[in-house]
Protein backbone atom coordinates (compact mmCIF):
# COMPACT_ATOMS: atom_id res chain seq x y z
CA UNK A 1 0.00 0.00 0.00
CA UNK A 2 1.02 3.32 -0.43
CA UNK A 3 2.03 5.17 1.88
CA UNK A 4 1.75 9.56 2.35
CA UNK A 5 3.08 10.40 5.46
CA UNK A 6 2.50 14.20 7.23
CA UNK A 7 5.01 15.14 10.28
CA UNK A 8 2.42 16.15 12.56
CA UNK A 9 -1.08 15.78 13.12
CA UNK A 10 -1.84 18.62 14.68
CA UNK A 11 0.09 22.30 14.88
CA UNK A 12 -0.04 25.43 16.86
CA UNK A 13 1.66 27.93 15.78
CA UNK A 14 1.53 31.57 16.65
CA UNK A 15 1.45 34.63 14.30
CA UNK A 16 4.52 35.22 11.99
CA UNK A 17 6.55 31.89 12.81
CA UNK A 18 7.88 30.44 9.90
CA UNK A 19 6.00 26.87 9.70
CA UNK A 20 7.31 24.00 7.64
CA UNK A 21 4.88 21.51 7.20
CA UNK A 22 6.93 18.05 6.05
CA UNK A 23 5.31 14.88 3.71
CA UNK A 24 6.73 11.72 2.66
CA UNK A 25 5.79 9.34 0.15
CA UNK A 26 6.99 5.68 -0.08
CA UNK A 27 5.64 4.74 -3.74
CA UNK A 28 8.15 6.70 -5.64
CA UNK A 29 5.70 9.02 -7.19
CA UNK A 30 6.31 11.57 -9.54
CA UNK A 31 3.64 13.92 -8.38
CA UNK A 32 2.79 15.44 -5.47
CA UNK A 33 0.17 18.05 -4.04
CA UNK A 34 -0.33 20.41 -1.02
CA UNK A 35 -4.13 21.32 -0.20
CA UNK A 36 -5.74 23.05 2.71
CA UNK A 37 -9.04 21.85 3.36
CA UNK A 38 -11.98 24.58 4.85
CA UNK A 39 -15.49 23.95 5.87
CA UNK A 40 -17.85 25.10 2.60
CA UNK A 41 -14.71 25.49 0.89
CA UNK A 42 -13.72 22.05 0.00
CA UNK A 43 -10.25 21.11 -1.17
CA UNK A 44 -7.94 24.10 -2.76
CA UNK A 45 -4.98 23.62 -4.36
CA UNK A 46 -1.90 25.00 -3.15
CA UNK A 47 1.08 24.02 -5.26
CA UNK A 48 1.97 20.75 -6.39
CA UNK A 49 5.38 19.34 -7.94
CA UNK A 50 5.52 16.79 -10.50
CA UNK A 51 8.89 16.33 -10.46
CA UNK A 52 12.30 16.81 -8.38
CA UNK A 53 12.99 20.49 -7.83
CA UNK A 54 10.00 21.38 -10.00
CA UNK A 55 7.04 23.13 -8.54
CA UNK A 56 3.64 24.78 -9.90
CA UNK A 57 1.24 27.35 -8.22
CA UNK A 58 -1.99 25.68 -7.78
CA UNK A 59 -4.87 27.84 -7.19
CA UNK A 60 -4.22 29.77 -3.57
CA UNK A 61 -0.27 30.05 -3.31
CA UNK A 62 -0.22 33.32 -1.81
CA UNK A 63 2.01 32.89 1.57
CA UNK A 64 3.28 29.58 0.93
CA UNK A 65 6.36 28.14 -0.73
CA UNK A 66 7.38 24.59 -1.42
CA UNK A 67 10.42 22.67 -1.61
CA UNK A 68 11.24 19.17 -3.43
CA UNK A 69 14.68 18.48 -2.93
CA UNK A 70 14.29 14.65 -2.88
CA UNK A 71 11.46 12.89 -4.69
CA UNK A 72 9.94 11.40 -1.83
CA UNK A 73 9.28 14.84 0.06
CA UNK A 74 7.59 18.02 -0.59
CA UNK A 75 7.69 20.49 1.99
CA UNK A 76 5.12 23.11 2.55
CA UNK A 77 6.54 26.57 4.16
CA UNK A 78 4.55 29.59 5.59
CA UNK A 79 6.83 31.99 5.34
CA UNK A 80 4.61 34.52 8.58
CA UNK A 81 2.19 32.49 10.00
CA UNK A 82 -0.89 34.11 9.73
CA UNK A 83 -4.80 33.47 11.48
CA UNK A 84 -6.22 32.95 8.23
CA UNK A 85 -4.01 29.59 7.42
CA UNK A 86 -5.54 28.12 10.23
CA UNK A 87 -6.65 25.34 8.11
CA UNK A 88 -6.72 21.45 7.63
CA UNK A 89 -3.66 20.63 5.01
CA UNK A 90 -3.43 17.66 3.10
CA UNK A 91 -0.61 16.49 1.32
CA UNK A 92 -0.99 13.96 -1.43
CA UNK A 93 1.21 12.03 -3.56
CA UNK A 94 0.05 10.43 -7.85
CA UNK A 95 2.00 8.14 -10.24
CA UNK A 96 3.13 9.77 -13.61
CA UNK A 97 0.00 9.32 -15.88
CA UNK A 98 -2.57 9.19 -13.20
CA UNK A 99 -2.64 12.46 -11.70
CA UNK A 100 -6.27 11.86 -11.08
CA UNK A 101 -5.66 8.70 -8.49
CA UNK A 102 -4.19 10.56 -5.48
CA UNK A 103 -3.26 9.07 -1.74
CA UNK A 104 -3.71 11.59 0.73
CA UNK A 105 -1.84 12.06 4.14
CA UNK A 106 -3.79 12.08 6.91
CA UNK A 107 -3.30 15.47 7.08
CA UNK A 108 -2.45 18.40 9.42
CA UNK A 109 -4.59 20.16 11.16
CA UNK A 110 -3.07 23.79 12.00
CA UNK A 111 -4.16 26.65 14.45
CA UNK A 112 -2.51 29.45 14.23
CA UNK A 113 -2.95 31.68 17.05
CA UNK B 1 -18.99 28.89 -12.97
CA UNK B 2 -17.48 26.49 -10.39
CA UNK B 3 -15.75 23.87 -12.42
CA UNK B 4 -17.20 20.73 -10.76
CA UNK B 5 -20.12 21.57 -8.61
CA UNK B 6 -22.34 18.86 -6.25
CA UNK B 7 -24.70 19.18 -4.21
CA UNK B 8 -23.21 19.68 -0.89
CA UNK B 9 -26.65 17.78 1.13
CA UNK B 10 -26.93 16.24 3.42
CA UNK B 11 -28.39 13.13 2.28
CA UNK B 12 -30.32 11.61 4.88
CA UNK B 13 -31.45 8.37 4.05
CA UNK B 14 -32.31 5.06 6.69
CA UNK B 15 -30.52 1.89 6.63
CA UNK B 16 -31.08 -0.52 3.54
CA UNK B 17 -32.02 2.80 1.33
CA UNK B 18 -30.82 3.62 -2.73
CA UNK B 19 -29.58 6.93 -3.17
CA UNK B 20 -27.63 8.48 -5.63
CA UNK B 21 -26.09 11.76 -6.12
CA UNK B 22 -24.60 13.51 -9.03
CA UNK B 23 -21.75 15.81 -9.69
CA UNK B 24 -21.62 18.35 -13.14
CA UNK B 25 -18.44 19.60 -14.79
CA UNK B 26 -17.78 22.41 -17.28
CA UNK B 27 -14.97 21.51 -19.05
CA UNK B 28 -16.39 19.30 -21.98
CA UNK B 29 -12.90 17.76 -22.55
CA UNK B 30 -12.46 16.25 -18.90
CA UNK B 31 -11.34 12.96 -19.74
CA UNK B 32 -10.58 11.08 -16.55
CA UNK B 33 -13.40 10.80 -13.45
CA UNK B 34 -13.34 9.72 -10.29
CA UNK B 35 -15.71 9.22 -6.78
CA UNK B 36 -13.21 9.36 -3.54
CA UNK B 37 -14.80 8.86 -0.19
CA UNK B 38 -13.74 10.82 2.57
CA UNK B 39 -14.99 10.32 6.29
CA UNK B 40 -15.12 12.91 9.23
CA UNK B 41 -12.03 14.51 9.96
CA UNK B 42 -10.07 11.71 8.04
CA UNK B 43 -8.15 12.17 4.54
CA UNK B 44 -10.15 11.27 1.40
CA UNK B 45 -9.83 8.18 0.04
CA UNK B 46 -10.51 6.58 -3.64
CA UNK B 47 -13.63 5.33 -4.14
CA UNK B 48 -13.77 4.25 -7.66
CA UNK B 49 -13.07 5.21 -11.32
CA UNK B 50 -15.99 6.51 -13.45
CA UNK B 51 -16.11 4.52 -16.74
CA UNK B 52 -17.60 5.25 -19.94
CA UNK B 53 -19.80 2.76 -20.43
CA UNK B 54 -20.92 2.94 -16.05
CA UNK B 55 -19.11 0.29 -13.84
CA UNK B 56 -20.19 -1.15 -10.67
CA UNK B 57 -18.73 -2.03 -7.38
CA UNK B 58 -20.55 -4.24 -5.10
CA UNK B 59 -23.37 -1.84 -4.16
CA UNK B 60 -21.90 0.91 -5.52
CA UNK B 61 -22.76 2.04 -9.75
CA UNK B 62 -20.60 5.01 -11.24
CA UNK B 63 -21.76 6.58 -14.52
CA UNK B 64 -21.08 8.97 -16.51
CA UNK B 65 -23.17 11.06 -19.07
CA UNK B 66 -20.88 12.97 -21.76
CA UNK B 67 -23.60 14.91 -23.12
CA UNK B 68 -25.32 16.30 -20.46
CA UNK B 69 -21.46 16.55 -18.48
CA UNK B 70 -22.25 14.96 -15.46
CA UNK B 71 -21.25 12.08 -13.34
CA UNK B 72 -23.83 10.13 -10.60
CA UNK B 73 -22.75 7.44 -8.01
CA UNK B 74 -25.39 5.06 -6.60
CA UNK B 75 -25.72 3.37 -3.84
CA UNK B 76 -27.77 0.51 -3.10
CA UNK B 77 -28.74 -1.09 0.62
CA UNK B 78 -26.94 1.80 2.10
CA UNK B 79 -25.35 1.01 5.61
CA UNK B 80 -24.38 3.01 8.40
CA UNK B 81 -20.90 2.81 7.72
CA UNK B 82 -21.22 4.23 4.51
CA UNK B 83 -22.05 8.02 6.27
CA UNK B 84 -19.34 10.37 4.59
CA UNK B 85 -18.69 12.91 2.37
CA UNK B 86 -18.13 11.93 -1.27
CA UNK B 87 -16.09 13.82 -3.54
CA UNK B 88 -16.03 14.01 -7.55
CA UNK B 89 -12.89 14.19 -9.28
CA UNK B 90 -12.60 15.47 -12.82
CA UNK B 91 -9.05 15.56 -14.85
CA UNK B 92 -8.16 16.00 -18.45
CA UNK B 93 -5.95 18.63 -17.35
CA UNK B 94 -2.76 18.49 -15.67
CA UNK B 95 -4.44 18.85 -12.26
CA UNK B 96 -7.07 17.20 -10.70
CA UNK B 97 -10.62 19.13 -9.90
CA UNK B 98 -12.33 18.67 -6.81
CA UNK B 99 -16.05 19.22 -6.09
CA UNK B 100 -17.12 20.44 -2.95
CA UNK B 101 -18.54 16.97 -1.64
CA UNK B 102 -21.37 15.40 -0.66
CA UNK B 103 -22.13 14.77 2.47
CA UNK B 104 -24.28 11.44 3.31
CA UNK B 105 -25.81 10.57 6.83
CA UNK B 106 -27.53 7.26 7.05
CA UNK B 107 -29.50 6.32 10.10
CA UNK B 108 -30.76 3.40 11.49
Known amino acids: DVKVTQSSRYLVKRTGEKVFLECVQD?????MFWYRQDPGLGLRLIYF???????EKGDIPEGYSVSREKKERFSLILESASTNQTSMYLC????????????FGSGTQLSVL | RKEVEQDPGPFNVPEGATVAFNCTYS??????FFWYRQDCRKEPKLLMS???SGNEDGRFTAQLNRASQYISLLIRDSKLSDSATYLC?????????FGRGTSLIVHP
Open chain 1, 92 to 103: ASSPDGSNEKLF
Open chain 1, 27 to 31: MDHEN
Open chain 1, 49 to 55: SYDVKMK
Open chain 2, 27 to 32: NSASQS
Open chain 2, 50 to 52: VYS
Open chain 2, 89 to 97: VVGGSYIPT
